[in-house]
């Protein structure tokens, strides 16, 4: 029967244990992690790939057995997508991450950074002088359920008993923390991931609701300045505020980089460009989620266990320097790698 | 066909190989969002009744941790959901696994995990805010308002539809698009298929050359199909062109296997000789 047989089924009778092994592997690499597969068959799995490669070019070429072709197309796109995915470590991809690219991409979003923290900043400056001229201001820039009593009406007692911890409560509140600073993550992080999102839409939604978080801030700040709590006010904002707000001002540089670019995308092409833009945003908003996730700890955690308003302004300044000198400080030019 | 060839996109790996990538419809990527969208409800639906049965059983105490895993499993399934299972070497979420998607690089390159994150990121804005508008109580007052954002939002939602490659904006900010990459399985070899009534029939060359590569395709689609009627009426049509004798003892079946084995045959040994026959109007 051998010698009646096609050429093209000669073809595939040949090849087609490589053409199983290969699939097999990678049903095993896709399944799991890539640890489940032997040194040796990681090797083999790019050998194979290009063995496959090259009976797809043949079979389109020769073979009139079209399911081979499609088997073929299939096997290799999979085989493709695993050769020249990513298949860094977690572990090499975390510290790169933190070593280099998120410095990297604070520093290539200043421009976007410096009109962000200019929004929220004037956003403070009008929410305040507005409240202080009259106070009516407060109820149109902070929802009633966020404010939670502290209005302008609210007696100074009252005002600084949302500042500090009634001493005999404590005990009470401490198993809370933990739930307290997961609440303000999970909260932050979502505010977050929208300002970042919106800034899509040109910049528009993005600048809105950094000016408008601005304004809400400024408000707040007005009703205790104006019962004589300034000072305190501020220890109980900074603590956390430092970290929370920088990066609520970085989501919003980074949504803003995209708007800005799918605007304006300057020489390259709209797509490419957004891309490009887009991935440097996203790598700032990986970093935005890590000052999040410290400024929730801070929050939730720090600011209840703290009570005395210098020790808050001292931490407040400690992560400041720290984010500055981090994100946008000098640091050595790595070698070799630092042309990826 | 035309559809099909209107998706597909090529992909040149860097061995110089088009791989032929056929991009994902909108139908089948809406469908997927839907299963993953089912697959987090149902999650979290099981995580609560899983934190107020550990409250109930561990007692008032347990209540800030039982809380503080609810937010944290809430925010996981909420905005993680997508990021992790596209960051595994499938590159797909388990709906998108389901019908055969995945999400890959539109430079062909690797897929990054800030990629990932920003196509993710942006579905705040393409499915969250258009939701938020629909859901926000429709007072007189406030109507005219939601409506407008619910217009100017859904331009965000639908704007797959809106361009040849089916990006929606993540995909745009990301770089990335999503492609249909289903496991084909390797099916039989036809002509490997012999059940000894081949030899009955014996072909001519002129009979083999009426038809080209294209009918081939085609011929093998139906054998492998076998669709009695078609079948029937497939080898009827064949035994009319080439003027193959009438005999009421062969099957439909027999004949069509064997004229697809010997016209295979025949196009290969053309094609060793450099002649391509593309259809049955190729003529040389």
């Known amino acids: ?340 | 066909m035309a559809e099909a060839a209107a998706r597909q996109r090529a992909l040149v790996t860097p061995e110089g190989m088009d791989l032929r990538l056929r991009l994902a419809e909108a139908s089948e990527r809406a469908a997927a969002f839907l299963i993953d969208v089912a697959i987090i409800i149902g999650a979290l639906v099981v995580m609560t009744i899983l934190c107020l049965w550990g409250l109930a059983a561990l007692g008032k105490d347990s209540g800030p941790a039982m809380a503080a895993i609810w937010l944290l499993g809430f925010f996981v399934l909420r905005n993680l959901y997508f990021i992790l299972f596209e960051m595994t070497p499938r590159a797909a979420t388990p709906g998108k696994r389901v019908l055969g998607l995945r999400v890959a690089s539109r430079s062909g390159g690797p897929l990054t995990a800030d990629a990932i994150l920003g196509r993710n990121a942006m579905r705040e804005l393409e499915v969250f805010l258009p939701l938020t508008f629909l859901l926000s109580h429709m007072e007189t007052a406030d109507a005219w308002i939601s409506l407008t954002g619910l217009l100017w939002t859904g331009v965000f939602a639908l704007m797959p539809l809106f361009n040849r490659d089916r990006l929606r904006a993540g995909d745009i900010a990301a770089g990335t698009w999503v492609v249909k990459a289903p496991k084909q399985k390797l099916l039989k070899d036809l002509a490997e298929r012999d059940n000894g009534a081949h030899a009955a029939f014996a072909f001519t060359q002129a009979q083999l050359d009426a038809y080209g590569v294209k009918e081939l395709h085609v011929l093998e689609d139906v054998l492998r199909r076998f669709d009695a009627k078609t079948v029937k009426a497939v080898a009827e049509r064949i035994r009319r062109k080439i003027d193959w004798p009438d005999n009421p003892h062969e099957s439909d079946g027999d004949f069509l296997d064997a004229y697809y084995r010997a016209l295979r045959g025949r196009l290969e040994t053309r094609l060793l000789f450099g002649k391509r026959r593309v259809d049955k109007f190729d003529r040389d």
């Not at chain 1, 307290?180 to 970042?196: K, R």
């Not at chain 1, 978080?213 to 707040?220: D, E, H, V, Y």
């Not at chain 1, 904002?237 to 001002?249: F, P, Q």
């Not at chain 1, 970093?287 to 407040?316: H, K, P, S």
Request: hydrophobic share 50%; net charge positive; charged share 15%.
């Open chain 1, 1 to 340: 029967m051998a010698e009646l047989r096609l050429k093209s089924s000669r073809f595939r009778a040949e090849r087609e244990a490589d053409w199983k092994r290969l699939e097999n592997l990678l049903n095993r690499a896709e399944g799991g992690a890539a640890r489940v597969l032997s040194d040796e068959d990681l090797i083999a799995i790019p050998v194979l790939y290009r063995s496959a490669l090259s009976s797809l070019s043949v079979a389109r070429a020769t073979s009139l057995d079209q399911s081979v072709v499609d088997y073929l197309e299939s096997l290799c796109a999979r085989a493709y997508f695993f050769v020249y995915g990513s298949r860094a470590r977690l572990i090499e991809r975390i510290g790169r991450f933190f070593a280099h690219d998120w410095p990297a991409a604070a520093k290539a979003c200043w421009r976007e950074t410096l009109a962000s923290a200019a929004l929220t900043a004037g956003g403070v400056a009008v929410g305040m002088s507005l409240c202080f001229a009259d106070s009516d201001w407060f109820r149109a820039f902070v929802p009633d359920d966020l404010a939670a009593g502290r209005g302008p009406a609210a007696s100074a007692q009252a005002l600084r008993a949302t500042l500090f911890l009634n001493p005999h409560d404590q005990h009470q509140i401490q198993p809370w923390l933990s739930t307290l600073a997961t609440f303000l993550f999970t909260h932050n992080a979502h505010v977050a991931l929208m300002a970042f999102a919106f800034g899509f839409a040109l910049c528009l939604p993005s600048a809105l609701l950094m000016a408008y978080q601005g304004c809400m801030l400024g408000a707040f700040l007005a009703v205790f300045i104006t019962h004589g709590l300034g000072v305190e006010a501020g220890g109980w904002l900074v603590i956390h505020g430092v970290t929370e707000i920088s990066a609520i001002i970085l989501a919003g540089a980074a949504g803003m980089r995209i708007g800005s670019t799918l605007a304006f995308p300057g020489e390259r092409g709209r797509l490419e460009a957004v891309a490009a833009a887009g991935r440097t945003a996203a790598t700032l908003m990986g970093g935005v989620l890590v000052m999040l996730f410290c400024a929730g700890l801070l929050e939730g955690i720090g600011r209840q266990l703290i009570q005395t308003t210098w020790i808050r302004y001292t931490i407040a300044a400690a992560t400041g320097v720290m984010w500055l000198t981090y994100l946008y400080g000098p640091r050595p030019r790595r070698n070799g790698a630092a042309h990826g």
